[in-house]
């Protein structure tokens, strides 16, 4: 630091003074991220929606335990960038669970996989999402669509999911049914995901449960609300739904999403302890006092909006 430098030092006063501010604005490189420094943590990357005037990252999460980032859910367009901003790297992740590939919960994740080309990642990434239908994907298919040799439209990097090619690492995709029962989907040391197959108009989907030590952390991901959400949920230290749609929504919006007293509803009978709102969209932002009290009728525990980058650590 320039105050430590002696006081006739031949650096003209000019320099040290730029060496000053340089070092007040930006952090120095390797900084330490700050959610989930110790213990385990939630950091929402993308609390919006699909509209880019929510000005926020659709939807992704990071968890975190101990500073190192070890799922990541979802990666809706915008979260690549806050992924950056967190601090955390890709090659520090053990898993990657996706809900449903809608655009606004996997429109990033080519952008992640080339940010982690250049990481020095050796262990397999296993991803984790639904199988598919007539409409949509199955997991495998939707990574092989990227970086398949032969038709992905990333095939430039098919050494990172084809076996054989040279890389070094390599992309494992898997498809989960998923039923209205919690199921074991993947563990590695003292993380574990479970899932639940949820109800999101004809799309395929599911709920998360990812189990950290002694912690309990539920992602709704997008759904009507029927299902084994609330069995998924039960005594969640941390439950977090999607506010997509306002009380009153009907028609296609509510077969897509839950309204406020379904959040409530479910909240309250799985006994969560915390609820976190996020996915917000225009048509629910701004009735943030309309949702509480509607949530408030049957969850009476502490319910926050989430933000992009906000930090929810487990207490
Ligand atoms: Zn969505």
């Given amino acids: 630091m320039s105050f430590l430098m ?76 806050r992924f950056g901003e967190s601090g955390a790297q890709m090659s520090q992740l053990d898993v990657i669970l996706f809900s449903h590939f809608h655009v606004d919960h996997s429109g990033d994740f080519s952008a992640l996989v080339k940010s982690s080309w250049f990481e020095d990642r050796k262990r397999p990434l296993p991803i984790y999402g639904p199988a598919g239908n007539d409409f949509m994907p199955a997991t495998t298919e939707f990574v092989a669509d990227f970086f398949g040799d032969k038709r992905g439209v990333y095939r430039y990097l098919s050494e990172l999911l084809v076996p054989g090619e040279q890389g070094s690492y390599k992309l494992q995709p898997h498809n989960v049914v998923g039923s209205t029962k919690p199921a074991a989907v993947f563990r590695n040391g003292d993380l574990a995901a479970y899932s639940v197959r949820v109800i999101h108009g004809g799309v395929p989907a599911l709920a998360w449960r990812i189990e950290v030590g002694s912690k309990l952390i539920v992602f709704s991901g997008d759904t009507n609300g029927e ?66 009290t509607e949530i408030k009728k049957r969850y009476s525990g502490p319910l926050e909006f989430a933000n992009d980058l906000d930090c929810f650590p487990m207490k």
Wanted: aromatic share 4%; hydrophobic share 40%; with cysteine.
């Fill in 6 to 81: 002696p006081r006739h030092s031949a650096v003209p006063r000019s320099l040290l003074l730029v060496g000053f501010f340089l070092n007040c604005v930006w952090p120095p490189a390797g900084v330490a991220q700050s959610c989930g420094a110790q213990g385990v943590a939630v950091q929402v990357l993308g609390s919006g929606g699909p509209e880019l005037q929510d000005k926020r990252a659709s939807s992704s999460y990071l968890v975190w335990e101990d500073g190192r980032a070890r799922a990541l859910v979802d990666a809706g367009g915008g979260s690549a960038l």
């Fill in 227 to 292: 299902g084994g959400l609330t069995e998924l949920a039960a005594n969640a230290d941390l439950f977090i739904a999607h506010n997509a749609v306002p009380e009153g929504a009907v028609g296609i919006e509510r077969r897509l999403h839950m309204p406020p007293s379904v959040i409530g509803q479910i909240a309250g009978d799985a006994h969560v302890k915390h609820l976190v709102l996020s996915h917000r969209m225009l048509r629910t932002l701004g009735k943030e006092e309309q949702t509480r």
